[in-house]
C-alpha cells in the first residue's frame, strides 16, 4: 500500500491518512486473511520509513512500574500502544477493557507494551497523586505515566481523547486509532506488527519491572464511594431514613442508617454481572442510586453499562436496563434487557401524573406513574426508563419497561434548546429533582456547568457555569458568581433542598462543595469546618444528597474513601462511620481470580461439629517471594450465614508462619450434598525483578454424614506459583 500524502502534513497527519486508506481496504475485504495480507503490506511500506518518536521527558512521575520507560533501552524491541487519555474523559474509560483484552492475548514478554499517556484536560487532573487514585480506580494495570505539560501530546500533534499510537520495536510509528470502539482494528494491527517484526527477528522477550499500584484504602470501608441517596421513607418519616451509597471501587452498593450502620451489602469487591440475592449478585463500579420506596433501589452500574433493581426486602438484585455491553443506541425504545446503553453514571425517581388523554383537561385526576431518569454519560443523554404505561410530554404513550433518550442529540455540546432532542449534553454525571418546580438539574462534567430540563415540556437551559459558546467545553475555573460568570471544574454531584431553595453540587475537580440559588442562579461556595476548627478539604468529591429535614447533607468524599455530614445550620462536618451490624462480616473478600479445591471432603455428623483446619504454603518457583511492604489478604466464605469462624478475614506476614483457623458447622440433613467453603487470598508476590499481583481461592468441600466426627483436625499445602495453584493434604 502506498504511504504517499502531501509533504506538507506532520506526521500525525501522515500517519493518520494511510490509516484512513488502510481503513477503507480492510471494509472492503472479504475475510480475514485478506485482511491480514493488506496490513502486512502496508507495515512494509510503513516500516521502510525509518523515523522514530521522541523519547518521553525525564522527571516524569509514571505509575506500575519501578523506574521510568525509555524507547531507548527498556522498550526497544517492543510493539508499544501509547494510549493518550485523561481520566475525566468517559470515551477514555470505555477503552480500558479493550486494553485489558489485548494484554491478555499478547504479554509483555510476547513483545506488547501498553502505556498510558496521561495528558491532562483539567488543571486537577495534572496533579500526579490524583492519576494515581484513577489508576486505582480504574483498575489500570499497565505502566502509566504523568505527562502533566503534554509534551508528547504536542509534539506528536494528538488531537482527541482518547488516541492509541501503535509504534514498532524502533519507536517507529505504524498506526493511529482514535476514539472508541475499535477493538477488531487494534488486535489485528497490533497481532500484525508483532508477526511482522518476529519474522524479521526484531522483538525482543524481556520483562518490565511492574510494580502495581497498591492500596490506599486500608484504613477505611469505602473504595471510592461515588454517590449517596436518602430514601423516600425518609421524606414521611423523619426518623428513619436509609441512605444508599455506591462503594464503587468495592463494586458494591451499602445501605446504611444516619448513624453508618451497614443494614444491607449488596454485591461484592470483585466486578461481575450477575443477578441474584445480595451475596451472589454482582456490579462493576455502580456510580448513581436512588430509591424509589422504602424498599426499591435503583443503581446505575456503570462499567456494565445497566440499570439494576435492588429489591431490600426480597434482598434480591434484577437488572432492567442492558445486556452488561456498552451500546451506542441513541435513541432507545425497547423494553427491559433488550435495550442496550453506554455509562449510566447517576439515576433518579420522578413520581408524575399520567397525562391520560381522556383526563387532561383535569390534571389532578390523573394517575400517578414513577419514571426513572438516567444521565447517560457515555452518550452524552438524558434517557428516561418508565415503570408502567405512561402518557407523558405531548401526550405521547410509553410502554411500561421501555428505556429511551429524552434530552440531548448525542453530540458532547452545552447546547441549551428549547426543544429536548435538540439539546446537547457533555457528559452528564449527577442528577437531582426538584419536584415543585418540576425541574431536573444535572452536573454535566465535561462543560463545567450545572443546568435543567424541565419536567413539563422538555426545555433545556443554563443554571450556572460553562459558556454560552455551546461548543466551548474549556471554560471552567473556580469562581462565585451569577450563571456564566461562575466557574466550575469537572462537577459530578448535585442535590436540590427545597428548605433553602439551592442547588447543592460537588465541584469535583476544585475539591470543593458549591450552592447555587435555584431563583438567582448566583454560585457560592460552602465552607464546612472539623471539630478543630479547621477547614475541611474534600478530595474528588463525587456525590451527595440531603437528609428529609434538609438540614443535613451528606457527601461522597470520593478519594478520601469516605461520607461526611455536613450540618447546614452551623456549617460544622464529622465523618460517618460506616459500622457493620453483628453478625456481617465487614471485611470479607470476595472468592477472588480461579478456585483451587482440595479433592477430599470435610465429614461432619449429622448434628454438627467443628473443622479445625491449618494451611501450610510453599512456592512451586524457587524465586518468589510475597513483596516488601505490600498488602497481604485473606478472607473465609461460609457456604451460610449460619456456619461460624473464630476469625473470618486477616493479613498474612509470612508464608512460613502458615494459617489456622476453626470452622464451626451447624446442624444438617445427611441427606444433604457437599457444599463448598473459600478461602479467599488477595497476595501481592515478586519473582526477581518483577511484582505482580495473586488472587485465588482454596476450595473446602463438607458434608453431614454418619461417618462424620465432631471434631476433625486437617492440615493442607498451598503451593503457589506464578500461574498456578496446587492444594494437597499434609
Request: charged letters at 25%; glycine letters at 8%; proline letters at 4%.
Amino acid at each position: 500500500m502506498s504511504s504517499s500524502s502531501p509533504d506538507s502534513q506532520d506526521m500525525l497527519d501522515v500517519l493518520a491518512y494511510n490509516c484512513s486508506k488502510l481503513s477503507n481496504d480492510l471494509w472492503e475485504a472479504s475475510n480475514l486473511n485478506e485482511k491480514r495480507k493488506l496490513v502486512a503490506e502496508y507495515l512494509k511500506s510503513a516500516d521502510r520509513d525509518g523515523k522514530s518518536i521522541k523519547d518521553f521527558k525525564e522527571d516524569l512521575d509514571w505509575f506500575n512500574v519501578t523506574e521510568p520507560l525509555s524507547f531507548e533501552k527498556s522498550l526497544r524491541g517492543k510493539i508499544v500502544v501509547l494510549d493518550f487519555f485523561t481520566y475525566c474523559c468517559i470515551n477514555c474509560m470505555h477503552i480500558l477493557p479493550d486494553l485489558k483484552r489485548l494484554e491478555h492475548l499478547y504479554s509483555i514478554e510476547d513483545g506488547l507494551v501498553v502505556i498510558g499517556v496521561h495528558s491532562a484536560k483539567f488543571a486537577n487532573e495534572k496533579d500526579s497523586a490524583n492519576i494515581r487514585s484513577a489508576v486505582q480506580r480504574y483498575e489500570i494495570s499497565h505502566p502509566v505515566v504523568n505527562d502533566n505539560v503534554s509534551s508528547m501530546w504536542r509534539n506528536l500533534r494528538i488531537q482527541c481523547w482518547p488516541s492509541l499510537l501503535i509504534l514498532g520495536p524502533r519507536a517507529n510509528p505504524l498506526f493511529v486509532i482514535m476514539g472508541e470502539g475499535h477493538f477488531d482494528d487494534l488486535k489485528l494491527y497490533v497481532s500484525s506488527a508483532l508477526k511482522f517484526y518476529k519474522d524479521k527477528g526484531s522483538i525482543l522477550n524481556h520483562s518490565l519491572s511492574i510494580n502495581l499500584t497498591t492500596s490506599l484504602t486500608e484504613s477505611s470501608h469505602l473504595q471510592f464511594p461515588g454517590k449517596i441517596a436518602c430514601s423516600y421513607r425518609g421524606c414521611d418519616n423523619n426518623d428513619n431514613p436509609l441512605y444508599a451509597i455506591s462503594d464503587s471501587g468495592n463494586h458494591r452498593i451499602l445501605v446504611v442508617n444516619s448513624e453508618g450502620t451497614v443494614l444491607h451489602r449488596v454485591g461484592g469487591k470483585k466486578p461481575g454481572f450477575v443477578d441474584g440475592d445480595f451475596r451472589r449478585a454482582r456490579f462493576n463500579a455502580p456510580q448513581g442510586v436512588a430509591f424509589q420506596s422504602d424498599s426499591i433501589l435503583f443503581v446505575a452500574d456503570n462499567e456494565n453499562h445497566a440499570i439494576r433493581m435492588i429489591d431490600l426486602n426480597a434482598r434480591h438484585v434484577t437488572t432492567v436496563v442492558g445486556t452488561g455491553k456498552q451500546g451506542c443506541d441513541r435513541i432507545g425504545g425497547k423494553t427491559g434487557r433488550d435495550q442496550v446503553i453506554s455509562s449510566p453514571w447517576d439515576v433518579a425517581v420522578y413520581r408524575t401524573r399520567d397525562l391520560d388523554m381522556s383526563f387532561h383537561s383535569d390534571e389532578t385526576k390523573a394517575q400517578l406513574k414513577d419514571v426513572v431518569f438516567i444521565a447517560m454519560a457515555g452518550i452524552h443523554q438524558i434517557w428516561a426508563l418508565f415503570l408502567e404505561d405512561t402518557i407523558w410530554w405531548k401526550f405521547k404513550k410509553y410502554a411500561a419497561n421501555s428505556c429511551l433518550a429524552i434530552a440531548g442529540n448525542g453530540r458532547e455540546e452545552n447546547r441549551n434548546n428549547t426543544y429536548p432532542n435538540n439539546a446537547a449534553f457533555a457528559q452528564p454525571s449527577g442528577l437531582a429533582i426538584n419536584k415543585e418546580a418540576k425541574e431536573l438539574y444535572l452536573a454535566d462534567s465535561e462543560s463545567s456547568s450545572i443546568r435543567k430540563v424541565s419536567l413539563s415540556d422538555g426545555k433545556v437551559v443554563s443554571v450556572a457555569g460553562g459558556d454560552r459558546n455551546p461548543l466551548d467545553l474549556f471554560s471552567f475555573g473556580d469562581v462565585d458568581g451569577k450563571q456564566y460568570s461562575a466557574k466550575f471544574q469537572h462537577p459530578l454531584g448535585v442535590a436540590y433542598n427545597s428548605k433553602d431553595n439551592c442547588i447543592y453540587l460537588t465541584d469535583t475537580y476544585n475539591h470543593k462543595i458549591k450552592k447555587i440559588n435555584a431563583t438567582t442562579n448566583v454560585a457560592t461556595t460552602c465552607s464546612f469546618y472539623e471539630d478543630d476548627g479547621s477547614t475541611k478539604q474534600f478530595n474528588e468529591p463525587a456525590g451527595l444528597c440531603l437528609d428529609p429535614t434538609g438540614r443535613y447533607l451528606y457527601i461522597a468524599d470520593t478519594n478520601n474513601h469516605q461520607i461526611m455530614v455536613a450540618d447546614l445550620s452551623d456549617m460544622s462536618i464529622r465523618p460517618l462511620k460506616i459500622r457493620f451490624a453483628s453478625g456481617q462480616e465487614s471485611d470479607q473478600m470476595d472468592t477472588p481470580g480461579e478456585i483451587h479445591a482440595y479433592e477430599g471432603t470435610f465429614k461432619v455428623l449429622p448434628e454438627g461439629g467443628k473443622v479445625q483446619l491449618k494451611l501450610e504454603f510453599g512456592y512451586l518457583e524457587s524465586n518468589i517471594k510475597l513483596t516488601d511492604g505490600a498488602p497481604q489478604k485473606w478472607s473465609l466464605s461460609l457456604p451460610s450465614d449460619k456456619w461460624r469462624c473464630d476469625t473470618m478475614s486477616g493479613t498474612i506476614g509470612s508464608l512460613n508462619d502458615g494459617l489456622g483457623f476453626t470452622i464451626v458447622i451447624p446442624k444438617g440433613s445427611e441427606q444433604q450434598k457437599p457444599v463448598q467453603g473459600t478461602v479467599n487470598f488477595r497476595l501481592n508476590l515478586c519473582a526477581k525483578d518483577v511484582c505482580f499481583p495473586k488472587e485465588f481461592a482454596v476450595g473446602l468441600n463438607f458434608v453431614h454424614d454418619v461417618t462424620g466426627a465432631t471434631v476433625i483436625k486437617g492440615s493442607l499445602m498451598v503451593q503457589i506459583g506464578r500461574r498456578s495453584v496446587l492444594v494437597s493434604r499434609e
